[in-house]
């Protein structure tokens, strides 16, 4: 009897293209910049490198490195060796490869290294386009983190120490743009399963982050549809973007939005502003920090705040926002980041977390930060309470420039009028529309079945 085996167990093949629902994931966590071993087809970062510029003798400083190194062993030895070294230096490198713990490289590299965290995946994975499930386990192996913390899981939805007895309310504050491109990436360019995403991650959040007997809100918050304020700062500002100018796309962002306006919503946005300076005007209206230069002793000012915040985004410049109370950001399905969490990850206060920002610089917005500052030179310097000594000390006036420059464009504007009043902010009003909903959009009948899981949960 002859068996045809998919090529996928092949004992010749190296390349297994990352599985993009996994990648998508990880990239909400960690929001990467670089994939150095990729195909032009392949690449899941703007800035890649292909085996003709073979990254592993290119310069990864400041880089969030993603990294599924082809998986011969004589090659695995090296990417391991180059993640591990980008890591020492206090930059992240996270790595897919086969969880073969027998390895030199395992032993040598990853196991038992203060900087190393491993993430075993439970069951096999099914690589690029194949039917069937690879023929190893895998693992993810993250180099750079503090210590070996991680922020796991919580199945159990909300963290328990964040439910609050004498909440009046519960905002969810949903960056869309965010939203609406993870759902669109995980789709296959079809529009009507990016709607389904849409909504099944938004119906997941609710559902997380509800208080039984406190009334739960959304709020969307949408960018600028003008110039960004902040190009009129640095005209480069997130100039090394790429619009998708994909038909598909552009016809699928234009439905999401016809949706979001039939379910008695709307996207909320301010001329020149980004989704992360709404959000953070709305969270510095609705909750409380504390500005004093000392701890204030039995001060109760902060009673008077009776709501909870949650936002729903995976940009990392939102962590600014946890320097208020009561304010918790949902990243992947169960995933919780309160101020605790941020701060046993980061080693820093998050209040100073758009210092740290504008220390090391942020590739993926194209601003430069401070030469000669990484990851841990910005901790050192901002737990020591001498940035600005050790600015000075390590470019003069120009450094001190560019600081200045960078923090401008990380801090975000707290200060603005959002326009809320008359906003409806509640479940989606779907009840009695069934039939036109399902009559006027692609699929309409499967997205529907979503909205209304999603109603289910208010």
């Known amino acids: ?9 092949s004992s010749g093949k190296d390349d297994w293209e990352t599985p993009q629902d996994l990648f998508y994931e990880l990239n909400e966590e960690f929001h990467f910049t670089l994939d150095p071993c990729c195909t032009p087809e392949t690449a899941k970062c703007e800035k890649y490198y292909t085996e003709k510029e073979n990254g592993l003798i290119q ?3 400041g880089e969030r490195v993603f990294c599924n190194p082809p998986y011969s062993s004589g090659m695995q030895d090296q990417w391991v060796r180059k993640c591990y070294e980008h890591g020492t230096k206090g930059y992240l490198a996270v790595m897919l490869i086969p969880a073969r713990t027998d390895t030199k490289r395992f032993h040598d590299y990853i196991l038992n290294h203060e900087n190393v965290e491993i993430r075993y995946i439970r069951g096999r994975l099914k690589f690029g386009d194949s039917l069937n499930s690879a023929p190893f386990p895998s693992m993810i192996v993250i180099f750079g983190r503090k210590g070996k913390v991680r922020m796991k899981r919580n199945n159990n939805f909300r963290p328990p120490e964040s439910l609050v007895e004498g909440t009046e309310e519960t905002l969810v504050l949903v960056d869309y743009s965010n939203l609406l ?6 789709s296959s360019k079809r529009a009507w399963v990016a709607y389904c995403k849409f909504f099944d991650m938004l119906r997941l959040c609710v559902k997380r982050s509800k208080q039984k007997g406190v009334p739960l809100k959304v709020i969307f918050a949408g960018e600028s549809k003008t110039k960004l304020k902040r190009c009129d700062i640095f005209e480069g500002y997130k100039g ?5 100018n994909d038909d598909k796309f552009q016809k699928f962002r234009s439905g999401l939005e016809d949706i979001i306006r039939f379910l008695g919503w709307e996207v909320v946005s301010v001329e020149g502003a980004e989704a992360d300076d709404v959000i953070a005007s709305i969270v510095n209206k609705k909750c409380h920090r504390c500005l004093c230069t000392t701890p204030c002793e039995n001060c109760d000012c902060h009673l008077k705040y009776k709501t ?15 320097a208020w109370d ?18 046993l990850e980061f080693g820093i206060p998050a209040a ?7 220390l090391i610089g942020d590739k993926s917005d194209n601003i430069k930060g401070v030469e000669g500052f990484g990851p841990v030179h910005a901790r050192k310097a901002i737990n020591a309470g001498c940035v600005s000594e050790d600015i000075w000390e390590t470019g003069g006036k120009e450094a001190a420039e560019d600081f200045k420059l960078a923090l401008s464009l990380v801090n975000l504007n707290t200060k603005l009028e959002v326009p809320l009043d008359g906003l409806y902010l509640g479940p989606p009003l779907i009840k009695g529309k069934e039939d036109e909903f399902a009559k006027k959009f692609d699929k309409g009948r499967k997205v529907l079945l979503e909205v209304q899981r999603l109603a289910e949960e208010f």
């Open 1 to 9: 009897m002859s068996t045809n085996l998919d090529p996928l167990f």
């Open 240 to 244: 090394n973007r790429k619009p998708i």
């Open 326 to 343: 009561r304010v918790l950001i949902y990243r992947a399905p169960g995933l919780f980041v309160d101020r605790n969490a941020f701060e």
């Open 181 to 186: 491109y993870r759902a669109w990436f995980v």
């Open 59 to 61: 310069d990864w400083d």
């Open 352 to 358: 100073k977390y758009s210092v740290y920002k504008a």
């Open 308 to 322: 909870d915040v949650v936002i729903f985004s995976g940009d990392r410049d939102l962590q600014q926002c946890l």
